[in-house]
């Protein structure tokens, strides 16, 4: 079992400096990308400098400094962090650092953590690309799993690995692959429904290494699925549902609204066309098999590209069962980002909306329901300050507010989450400058 270490004040402290740390994946379709941030509003919590583990608030660095080396395991040189509460109420956060993946736990809503517990280290090998995080989740009986991916070769060959707890993040069993002798998988995306059951999706190179194996030239990935009915002890329905998607680019799931999963992720088309998709499951009450819908496109963007994206989607399902999606696109009749809803299961989507500014540089849309209340944010980068924009609708994605700014930051800064507790939407950020913050979202 992995239990916690504590650091010595002063190890914690000790910096390199304030910028992204670089861990040399930066080549061929697995390239990373880094992205500045954003000053904390009053509003928010962070992990302050007091706490011997985690971030040290020293002097700001200017935004040409981002790229100095970052070495502490800790929150002060993570690159991303991801959040999840338990029922009691305690809030975990996993995060990758120094070629390790870190967790630590809260009590009191962020403001503090307790020390911190290394659950694994692959160096260099780490999968820390811009759409690569550790996932997490948790349920009502303490159990918590948590997933992440590194690469195993020099030929950047990915794996999976799953980490288990049973006592709410105290422990931690050892890492173990999801896929005994896959050939690459990345993007791990967890999600657990009403029941318990926890559902899990990956990119798969299995099947375009077996075309190419056949001389078929063929690009990107696969979409895989499998579930857990106890907890990662077994998998069970593990099924390519889409041969054919974008290699680098993140998976998103909700289930939470219902025990029928769904996922958006960027589905390659003919023609080269990377454009996003969302398909449903249910798993089979006889055979326990996992069924997939259709491929349903969400937009025709016809964003034609053999380069990889490193940027994808998210989805949420809202009370009323309608399907909400944001996405970035460089496509041939649209560019920027732009949300669009589904009230009848994905089969159709409404006409993309534009979510802020096309003249901005603007990235990273994330979508999150509570109830028929429906939340968005996404950065925005002026050259020197990142900002994270929100929109709010009270009408489960009919109407929406103006855009506004909820956090901003000079330095580097991971993606913006949005996360729900006790039926109210969070804002979950990381920066180098600032630290992690917890920031509610109010109407």
Request: glycine share 6%.
């Amino acid at each position: 079992m992995i239990t916690p270490k504590t650091l010595h004040p002063h190890a914690l402290s000790k910096r390199l400096g304030q910028g992204l740390l670089a861990l040399g994946l930066s080549i061929g379709s697995w390239a990373q990308t880094t992205e500045p941030a954003a000053l904390s509003p009053s509003v928010s919590h962070s992990m302050s400098p007091s706490m011997s583990h985690t971030m040290n608030h020293s002097t700001s660095p200017s935004p040409n400094t981002n790229n100095l080396a970052c070495t502490s395991q800790e929150i002060d040189c993570a690159n991303a962090a991801t959040p999840w509460f338990l029922s009691d109420d305690t809030l975990l956060l996993v995060w990758t650092a120094a070629g390790s993946v870190m967790v630590a736990s809260s009590k009191d809503m962020g403001k503090t953590f307790s020390p911190s517990t290394e659950l694994a280290h692959h160096g260099q090998l780490l999968d820390t690309g811009s759409d690569a995080r550790a996932q997490i989740v948790g349920d009502e009986h303490s159990r918590v799993l948590i997933a992440y991916s590194f690469f195993k070769d020099k030929n950047w060959n990915a794996q999976i690995n799953f980490l288990r707890s049973a006592d709410a993040g105290a422990h931690f069993s050892a890492p173990q692959a999801l896929i005994k002798n896959g050939m690459s998988e990345r993007f791990p995306s967890l999600g657990m429904d009403q029941g318990g059951r926890v559902y899990v999706s990956w990119v798969d190179k299995r099947w375009v290494q077996q075309q190419r194996a056949k001389s078929i030239k063929k690009l990107g990935g696969s979409i895989a699925m499998s579930y857990t009915d106890d907890w990662a002890e077994s998998f069970h329905g593990e099924k390519i549902v889409n041969t054919e998607s974008c290699e680098c680019c993140r998976i998103a799931m909700d289930v939470s609204q219902s025990s029928m999963p769904v996922i958006a992720y960027r589905a390659l088309f003919d023609q080269g066309i990377r454009d996003h998709a969302v398909q449903t499951f249910k798993v089979m009450e006889k055979t326990q098999e996992l069924q997939a819908s259709a491929i349903h496109p969400v937009a025709n963007d016809r964003w034609q590209t053999d380069v990889c994206p490193h940027h994808g989607p998210s989805v949420t399902v809202s009370s009323q069962k309608t399907i909400h999606t944001v996405w970035f696109t460089q496509g041939q009749i649209r560019k920027g980002l732009f949300y669009a809803r589904s009230d009848d299961g994905g089969q159709h989507f409404s006409a993309p909306l534009t979510i802020g500014d096309l003249n901005a540089n603007e990235s990273r849309p994330y979508i999150l329901a509570t109830g028929a209340d429906v939340w968005m944010v996404w950065k925005r980068f002026d050259g020197v300050q990142s900002r994270v924009m929100v929109r709010h609708s009270v009408d489960d994605g009919l109407h929406w507010s103006e855009a506004q700014i909820v956090a901003q930051t000079s330095g580097y800064s991971d993606h913006p989450l949005l996360i729900k507790h006790q039926e109210k939407a969070y804002l979950s950020w990381l920066t180098r400058n600032e630290g992690f913050r917890l920031i509610e979202l109010k109407g």
